[in-house]
């Protein structure tokens, strides 16, 4: 049963990749729900199976069986191009890779969905969430013009845009040295706090996880652990 709380509810969600001999079980019958507003970090070993999690939980990835509910939406039903649409209107993507068109500069990499999704230009708009990310100066440059924690920034001003129901980030201070890491953990947590934004993060950083509200273990693509405002003590045995 799904709660006007619930952002997001997994059940049963297996995934197994190939066949025979090269079959790997990445995901095994995990149930989740993530509640809006929500600040999620998934942790554990590489390889557990974070990544497949974040996948199916935003269509970039199919289950092998179970449902995945997001937005009032079940993604197991869809096909891709509904699958495409769902992704650009309800979820925005940070990876560690900053992926910002390099010709592009600043506001056109943030007004990009926009566009994308069929929307009029909102300049207006565009330099309000840049504002917000202390982007202001920087309106004009061009990508490679601006620090590793810029960039990561734009990036996520450009998923902030579309007022995502979900925000996704792999790993988002994976490129960042601890100073900008820190900066941008602390924007998530700002859109988490004043935007009420709901934010799920996959990490290898403790630091990170320590940011969010409620942390996931993952391992051998089972849940072995969900806990909220973890201790220090605790994310130093898991992470
Ligand atoms: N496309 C694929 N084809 C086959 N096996 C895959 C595929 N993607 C992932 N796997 C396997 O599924 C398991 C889980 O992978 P996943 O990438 O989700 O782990 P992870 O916890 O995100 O790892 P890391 O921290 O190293 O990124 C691994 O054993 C991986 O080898």
Redesign the pocket.
């Known amino acids: 049963m799904k709660t006007s709380e619930d952002l997001a509810v997994l059940t049963n969600v297996s995934k197994v990749?190939?066949e025979n001999n090269?079959r790997?079980i990445?995901l095994n019958n995990v149930s989740l729900r993530l509640k809006k507003g929500e600040f999620t970090a998934i942790v554990?070993?590489?390889?557990?199976?974070?990544?497949?999690?974040l996948?199916c939980l935003v269509g970039l990835d199919s289950v092998s069986s179970g449902t995945v509910n997001v937005a009032d939406q079940a993604l197991n039903l869809m096909n891709d191009a509904q699958l495409t649409k769902f992704r650009l209107q309800q979820v925005g993507f940070v990876f560690q890779a900053f992926n910002l068109l390099p010709n592009l500069n600043v506001e056109e990499n943030i007004m990009l969905p926009l566009l994308l999704a069929g929307k009029k230009q909102n300049w207006e708009k565009v330099r309000q969430v840049a504002a917000t990310l202390g982007l202001q100066t920087r309106l004009r440059h061009l990508p490679a013009e601006l620090s590793g924690g810029q960039q990561q920034r734009v990036a996520i001003a450009r998923a902030l845009i579309m007022q995502p129901a979900l925000l996704v980030c792999d790993e988002p201070t994976g490129n960042l040295d601890s100073k900008s890491g820190q900066e941008v953990m602390t924007i998530l947590r700002q859109a988490v706090d004043e935007l009420q934004q709901t934010v799920v993060v996959?990490t290898?950083d403790r630091k990170v996880a320590a940011t969010a509200d409620r942390v996931i273990v993952?391992s051998d693509?089972e849940i072995a652990n969900d806990v909220y405002r973890p201790e220090m003590a605790f994310l130093q045995e898991v992470i």
């Open positions: 990749y190939g090269s790997v990445a554990g070993a590489s390889g557990s199976g974070k990544s497949t999690l996948h996959v290898h993952i693509g």
